[in-house]
């Protein structure tokens, strides 16, 4: 199968990209096994995944394009789908070309769970949310089967992802022709405030409320700084200085407005 549409969970995250890129992994022929006899829309327990003789990876697609440089062949897959009552409540999916390329994601339990196909009783499709994917061990430091994932890549952790199983249906205990396919949305987060700004200096910005912003020196970091009376505003700024939000801490009840102070989240882990 090459390649499935984004729809429901999968189809709401591709809306809400808007003009940030859909990466697409189009993954085929799995066996879904230790289902203990898939019940169908109401099944509890866990769905696990692997690769056989016939699974393989037909694709990468971004931004519903099928990328034709694509040449990876699929080693490796390990996945599980923990269902309570028909609803994700876990899980994880590891996916492993022969070159050692690996793409991996958790599962972000939200609002996915075990539905029907066209109406019938079976076969059945799963699609939740995921988080936390990573890419590891690129071909080149950039390449996933011939194909350039370094701008997703370098914005780990992917936390605004999907996925979306279909063919389910298991209902001896197994079933060796499952398809998956994954969808990674990468946002542009901001790593840094305004560069070289002491934590008391101002800079003008752009934001809804004509304020300025109080800046801080370092990468994001959660920890809490004393901040400049009357008040303090929190400003994050891309790489060309555009102010990409802003926070009144006085006004989220953190402190009263009087040298409130900042809260601020370290989000690539490397300190300030």
Known sequence: MCCATAVGTAGALAAAAGAQPVLQMDVNSLTATKVGGFTGLNHTGTVVL??????TISGILIDGTDQVAFNGVLADF???????????????????????????????????????IAGLNGPFGIDELTRAGAFNALEGGT????????????REPLDNGSFLLQKLDAAGGSDDDVDIDFFVVAEDIPTEFCKEHEPNDFCETKNTFGLECSML????????????????????VDKQ???????????????????????AEDIDGDGW
Not at 50 to 55: A, L, M
Not at 87 to 116: D, M, R, W
Not at 143 to 154: A, I, P
């Open 241 to 263: 200085d555009n102010v990409l939000a802003q926070n009144d801490n006085g006004a989220m009840g953190i402190g009263n407005g009087k040298g409130s102070g900042l809260w």
């Open 78 to 116: 390990q996945g599980m789908i923990e269902l309570a009552n028909g609803v994700v409540v876990g899980g994880e999916f590891t996916v492993t070309l022969t070159s050692g390329a690996s793409y991996h994601t958790t599962i972000n339990p939200a609002v996915g769970s075990v539905q029907t």
């Open 217 to 236: 020196q370092g990468l994001l970091e959660k920890r809490f700084v004393p901040g400049p009376q009357p008040d303090t505003w929190l400003c994050v």
């Open 50 to 55: 692997s690769t056989d003789g016939n699974s």
């Open 143 to 154: 390449d996933f089967g011939n194909v350039d994932v370094s701008f997703w890549d370098d």
